[in-house]
Structures are given as structure tokens and as C-alpha cells.
């Protein structure tokens, strides 16, 4: 295979960098490239949509390096978006600034979605790396997919949502002295752990994590209603009960196992003649 794995993230990505060395020591394909927000703002592209909708993209990269749609093997998705490069955002050219900026993001986005059976991660119209689903949509689809979800929400008065339920807080919007039956508005937040905190990684056809028994075709069923193979479910764990308290869709690969794991998922996306232009 002589394809290269992308790697698209912020300047200071730990876990980018910990996949990029698992990837140079495991070798058999054909390079690891990692780019910022910066990098890609910096290129010369030229990307082309003909008729049937199937977009064509070369990028000269500040390097000189040349990457086209065949060159491109597997890419992990981590980027926050691009950097605004148009000066002041209040100066009488700041429209025009502004207008290039969007659409800078859009051409990322466009180049991504092109490349979408490569690409590991969700995309945004931005060309983010958290797409279109939210904190709390992630967490309302883990719940409907039977996982134990920490209840996230709010009340007019605290009375209305009873006692807090393992993992979770109750939390006033004003500092009010009538106690747990005023009429003061709450929110209904995840709690800190007390103890330990425990995780679980989707990546592809393969769970990680200590709980991948117990929950992995919950988590399948997850995976299908987010749009993605690839994502990391953190828990806090108590005597009364364990809960999902975060669905991380950049999971922080601040494991070595998850590392591992989604270096070898890149590396078998990149196998896969199908998923590149022939």
C-alpha cells in the first residue's frame, strides 16, 4: 500500500501525535502526514464538482507536497476549524474577510465529505471535526440506544425534577434561600466522579474498554444513529450504579489502547482499494 494516512489536527494534539508515532512504528503503508488548520489555510487548491456531484481535489501544501484524491489513503479527523486570516473582523474590509473565511471552511468541508469513506470522524459544514451532532444529542442517543445516561436537562423549580439520580447534579441558576422546593430555576448536570472514571472506545468493528461485553451492541445501535464507527464513551462509576456521563466524537486518546486501536483503524481503511478513486 502506498497511500498516505492523514492526520488533520490542532497545533498541541496529544493524541494525534501518539497515533502519528504508533503509525511510523508499525510501518506497511505508504506515510503519516499530519496537518493543521494552519497548514490548510496556507495551501494552494484546486477542487472541482462536475455534474454527477463527484468533487475532484489537488492541495500544494506550503511544503510543496502535492496530495490528490488517490494519494490519500485514510484520513483521522480532528480538526477544531481554520484559523481567521483576514486581518480585523471590524475593519471596513472585514465582510469580504469574513465571506472568504466561510468559504475557506466550506472548501475543507467539501474536500472531506468527498472523501468521506476514508475519512475516520463526523464532519461539519465547517469542516469540523464534531459534525452536526451535539454534546447532549450524543448523549440523548446513547440514552435511547438502552445505555445508562446521566440525566442532563432543567426544571422552572427544583421541585419539579426530584432527588439528583447517581451521576448527576442539580444545579440553581440563582443563589435562593427556600431550599430544594423554591421556585428557582435548576439545571441537571452530570456529576464529577467521586472515584473512577472508566471508558470505552468504538473504533470501527472493535470496542475497548473494560465494558465492551456488557455494552458493545448498545453501542453498535449507537453508532448507526450518530452516523460514525468512532467514538469514546467515558463513565462515572459509583456504589449505586454506573452512568455515561460524556460521548466524546474526538475521543481524547489518552489511552495507549486507543491509540493502538485507532492507528490499526486507519491503517485497515487504507487497505481497502474500494474506498479510493480507481
Known amino acids: 500500500m502506498s497511500a498516505t494516512i492523514l492526520l488533520l489536527a490542532a497545533p498541541g494534539d496529544g493524541g494525534a501525535a501518539a ?7 508499525r510501518g506497511g503503508h505508504g ?14 487548491w484546486s477542487h472541482r464538482v462536475n455534474g454527477g ?6 492541495i500544494t501544501l506550503p511544503t510543496g507536497q502535492v496530495l490528490n484524491d488517490r494519494s490519500i489513503g485514510a484520513v483521522l479527523h480532528r480538526l477544531p476549524g481554520l484559523p481567521f486570516t483576514g486581518g480585523a473582523a471590524n475593519g471596513p474590509r472585514a465582510k469580504d474577510a469574513l465571506y472568504t ?8 468541508a467539501s474536500w472531506l465529505l468527498s472523501l468521506a469513506p476514508r475519512v475516520i470522524g463526523l464532519i461539519s459544514a465547517c469542516g469540523t471535526a464534531h459534525g452536526t451532532v451535539s454534546r447532549t444529542t450524543a448523549l440523548v442517543h446513547a440514552e435511547q440506544c438502552g445505555l445508562p445516561v446521566a440525566r442532563r436537562g432543567g426544571a422552572t423549580r427544583a421541585g419539579l425534577v426530584g432527588r439528583p439520580a447517581p451521576g448527576e447534579q442539580h444545579v440553581p441558576r440563582l443563589a435562593w434561600p427556600g431550599g ?13 466522579p467521586a472515584a473512577y472514571r472508566d471508558t470505552l472506545l468504538v473504533a470501527g468493528d472493535r470496542l475497548i474498554g473494560s465494558r ?15 452516523g460514525t464507527r468512532y467514538f469514546e464513551l467515558r463513565f462515572t462509576s459509583r456504589a449505586t450504579g454506573t452512568v455515561v456521563t460524556d460521548v466524546h466524537l474526538c ?14 483503524f486507519l491503517v485497515a481503511t487504507a487497505e481497502q482499494p474500494e474506498r479510493r478513486l480507481a
Open 180 to 192: 430544594p422546593g423554591s421556585p428557582v430555576p435548576v439545571d441537571v448536570l452530570p456529576q464529577a
Open 53 to 58: 456531484g463527484e468533487a475532484s481535489t489537488r
Open 251 to 264: 475521543p481524547r486518546l489518552d489511552d495507549p489502547l486507543h491509540v493502538e486501536a485507532t492507528a490499526s
Open 101 to 108: 473565511h466561510s468559504e475557506r471552511q466550506a472548501l475543507v
Open 31 to 44: 506515510g503519516v502526514l499530519t496537518l493543521t488548520p494552519a497548514d490548510l489555510a496556507r495551501a494552494r
Open 19 to 25: 497515533v502519528a508515532r504508533a503509525l511510523s512504528d
Open 212 to 226: 465492551a461485553d456488557e455494552y458493545g451492541e448498545r453501542c453498535q445501535r449507537l453508532a448507526d444513529a450518530l
